[in-house]
């Protein structure tokens, strides 16, 4: 994983997939990212099919002691852009940029018990992955994560008592059969 200011990593074409990952308190449990990749510019993307298979496999998420391919906890919605907003925080969308762009694109959304996930790339993978995040102060946060690397731990906001909900749902249940139990035995009395 490398730290890096945008324009460090940025000429006028991404060779790799950009991530932009929401999580809030307002969302409780809820991971989004939006990922896009350039496949116009980039070598390593042959064609449409190759950039969805791209996103569809770009990260992996660690929570607890799994790690998972984003893809197999909640479908990709897929569709196209050919601007830069959105693909990179606004600070580094390059203002002298006049090659076209073809980007595909994918939003995904995950509800997590978890309290926290990171994220990585999979090894043998041919993508790096630029996870980054707007947070609540304004400030972005960025890292780009090769093959292998994994992110720094991600604070997933939840419901303050959410075992609290379901102890009264079962409570609530254990109390109706015992009150269906005392009604049957006062019958039989």
């Given at each position: 994983?490398?730290?890096?200011?945008?324009?460090?990593?940025?000429?006028?074409?991404?060779?790799?997939?950009?991530?932009?990952?929401?999580?809030?308190?307002?969302?409780?449990?809820?991971?989004?990212?939006?990922?896009?990749?350039d496949f116009a510019n980039n070598?390593?993307?042959?064609?449409?099919?190759?950039?969805?298979e791209a996103l569809k496999n770009?990260?992996?998420?660690?929570?607890?002691?799994?790690?998972?391919?984003?893809?197999?906890?909640?479908?990709?919605?897929?569709?196209?852009?050919?601007?830069?907003?959105?693909?990179?925080?606004?600070?580094?969308?390059?203002?002298?940029?006049?090659?076209?762009?073809?980007?595909?694109?994918?939003?995904?959304?995950?509800?997590?018990?978890?309290?926290?996930?990171?994220?990585?790339?999979?090894?043998g993978s041919f993508n790096d992955?630029?996870?980054?995040?707007?947070?609540?102060?304004?400030?972005?946060?960025?890292?780009?994560?090769?093959?292998?690397?994994?992110?720094?731990?991600?604070?997933?906001?939840?419901?303050?008592?959410?075992?609290?909900?379901?102890?009264?749902?079962?409570?609530?249940?254990?109390?109706?059969?015992?009150?269906?139990?005392?009604?049957?035995?006062?019958?039989?009395?």
């Amino acid at each position: 994983m490398i730290g890096m200011t945008h324009h460090q990593c940025l000429a006028h074409a991404l060779p790799f997939i950009t991530a932009q990952l929401q999580v809030t308190a307002d969302h409780p449990g809820e991971l989004r990212l939006s990922l896009a990749v350039d496949f116009a510019n980039n070598p390593l993307i042959a064609d449409k099919t190759q950039a969805k298979e791209a996103l569809k496999n770009a990260l992996m998420v660690h929570h607890g002691e799994k790690k998972i391919p984003i893809h197999q906890l909640a479908p990709l919605a897929f569709g196209k852009s050919t601007s830069w907003r959105g693909i990179l925080p606004e600070s580094a969308i390059p203002s002298d940029d006049d090659q076209p762009h073809e980007w595909i694109t994918a939003s995904w959304s995950w509800k997590t018990l978890s309290p926290e996930v990171s994220f990585s790339v999979e090894k043998g993978s041919f993508n790096d992955v630029l996870l980054w995040r707007k947070q609540q102060n304004g400030e972005v946060k960025s890292m780009l994560l090769l093959p292998g690397d994994v992110s720094s731990t991600i604070d997933v906001p939840q419901l303050l008592f959410p075992s609290l909900t379901s102890r009264m749902a079962s409570l609530v249940v254990i109390l109706g059969f015992l009150a269906i139990g005392l009604m049957l035995l006062a019958r039989r009395s």
